[in-house]
């Protein structure tokens, strides 16, 4: 193999496992809200609706936004 090819598939591997780390950080961010928010839910009891509202909304937007994605995109 010669040098630029090989230097190429250390930065694409580079890139990848840099990729799916921060996809991991993501999720795992969603996973500290969701505990969160289940021990908001068990403290507050009947006012939970209200008291717990912020982090309902940002663990639903986490969930929209963080899923762990395959560096690989296939199109069909």
């Given at each position: 193999?010669?040098?630029d090819?090989?230097?190429e598939l250390k930065a694409r591997l580079a890139a990848r496992d840099a990729h799916i780390r921060?996809?991991?950080v993501r999720a795992m961010e969603a996973r500290i809200v969701r505990d969160?928010?289940?021990?908001c839910y068990?403290?507050?009891g009947v006012n939970h609706y209200e008291t717990c509202r912020e982090l309902s909304?940002?663990?639903i937007t986490l969930l929209?936004?963080?899923r762990v994605?395959?560096?690989?995109q296939v199109d069909v």
């Open positions: 193999m010669s040098d090819r090989t230097t921060e996809s991991w969160q928010l289940q021990i068990q403290v507050e909304e940002k663990y929209k936004e963080n994605k395959g560096y690989k």
